[in-house]
């Protein structure tokens, strides 16, 4: 055992044994700044995004805290709360903590909507030391008493920033208003608007702040390239692109789950195995896709901005943007998909002449220029003007809000993006 490994946090033997399980030989610095203060029961206002080992930065003390005190859960209970905001990231988490739990006795549920809630309530009858949840399917199952909140000793809230996106505000708020105030908070998100870090101030109690960036961030240890190419020779560049064995499991993204599903086709027709993921899929049939995409049954995956959130596959070897985002955040998160773990990973982009404007945003923001891909023509004149001085996020206001999205009555407000 060395210094910087994890028994030097304080970690109980169970939990560094189901790390040894899992390979990692060494705490990510979020892990080694937070756990050593969450096992001394601080509250936590954490800074970091998907890709930082979060998720264990978390999981870890509240799985200590709970299987060293005795209390069990009473009926329809729960000890712990993580809430997040999309149901992949929910099923996510809750598979961190069956692994790292494995060799303690602690049971958890993990509740979403779009599926039928009669499982779910059954989970929480007996109560669960560990629930995790995204916050319209939790309110619903409060409100008809399926479950209380009042004995919950420690709270997750991840990805805030993407939850308040996402229109869950006053959602998050009565759901923290139903928790006891002797409790564990801890808050997460990977940036921090005025909206979030107002959030934090009501609901952290003298938080320990840990702020930290992937070991690399995307933009510097992702290749990225661009291709000019005109809207409809896109299927035929993309088909070529994808022939190169090099791609070995990639994601591709388009803006609309329409597009998603002509491309997956288009691309299972040419012989190259690929399905779609987007929100008006079913949670069973996105579960499935993504098992043959992480399995390597599937070489490509197509995705839209929205399905994509808090996906976490491993070994990514390609994000192909089909269609450039509006939002130039949104190509961060994208091509974030790759180079995950210390691997390196490449970002193709296929910039259409009505695209050009999203292009110089993306170029903005990333404050860097993407190289022309070789065999592209040259960048045209109107994608080499000088970037906007603001990223356009006014972009944000063509953005209509996805339709089927959850929405519950008397609440009276509508998420702006569906999960
Ligand atoms: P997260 O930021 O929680 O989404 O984690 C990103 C990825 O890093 C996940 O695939 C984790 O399994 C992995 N991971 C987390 N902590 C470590 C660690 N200490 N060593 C190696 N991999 C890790």
Do not use: W
């Not at 899929?281 to 490509?300: I, P």
């Amino acid at each position: 055992m060395t210094d910087n490994d994890f028994s030097g946090l304080g970690l109980a033997e169970p939990l560094l044994r189901a790390l040894r399980a899992q390979d990692y030989d060494r705490p990510t610095p979020i892990q080694a700044q937070a756990i050593p203060e969450l096992l001394a029961g601080k509250d936590l206002l954490g800074i970091a995004q998907t890709g930082t080992g979060k998720t264990a930065a978390f999981a870890l003390p509240i799985l200590q805290h709970l299987s060293a005190s005795r209390d069990r859960p009473g009926p329809r209970a729960a000890r712990a709360l993580i809430l997040a905001p999309t149901r992949e990231l929910a099923i996510q988490i809750g598979q961190a903590f069956r692994d790292y739990g494995r060799h303690l006795s602690l049971r958890q549920a993990v509740i979403f909507g779009g599926v039928s809630q009669r499982p779910q309530v059954k989970a929480l009858h007996r109560g669960v030391d560990i629930l995790v949840a995204t916050p319209g399917r939790l309110l619903d199952l409060m409100e008809q008493r399926h479950l209380r909140l009042d004995s919950a000793a420690h709270f997750v809230l991840d990805e805030a920033d993407r939850m308040l996106d996402m229109g869950f505000i006053r959602d998050v708020k009565k759901i923290a208003a139903a928790l006891p105030r002797r409790r564990q908070t801890l808050l997460f998100s990977a940036t921090m608007p005025g909206a979030v870090a107002g959030l934090a101030a009501a609901l952290l109690r003298d938080p320990v702040r840990v702020a930290v960036t992937p070991a690399a961030t995307p933009v510097e240890r992702i290749e990225q390239r661009v291709f000019f190419v005109a809207a409809g020779d896109k299927r035929a560049l993309l088909a070529r692109i994808l022939r190169d064995p090099a791609l070995e499991r990639s994601i591709v993204f388009t803006r609309t789950k329409h597009r998603a599903n002509r491309v997956a086709q288009q691309l299972d027709q040419a012989g190259i195995a690929a399905d779609a993921i987007h929100g008006n899929k079913s949670q069973a049939a996105r579960q499935r896709t993504l098992e043959a995409f992480r399995g390597g049954r599937l070489r490509v995956l197509v995705a839209t901005d929205i399905a994509a959130r808090g996906i976490d596959v491993d070994g990514v070897t390609h994000v192909i943007n089909f269609e450039l985002p509006n939002i130039p955040e949104d190509y961060v998160h994208r091509i974030g998909r790759t180079a995950r773990a210390g691997a390196s990973g490449a970002a193709i982009s296929l910039c259409d002449p009505s695209e050009q404007a999203f292009l110089r945003g993306i170029e903005a923001l990333t404050k860097r220029r993407l190289e022309v891909a070789e065999g592209s023509p040259a960048r045209p004149a109107a994608a080499a003007k000088a970037p906007a001085p603001k990223a356009p996020r006014a972009a944000n206001a063509n953005k209509k809000p996805a339709r089927g999205g959850r929405r519950r009555r008397g609440r009276g407000q509508k998420p702006r993006r569906a999960a």
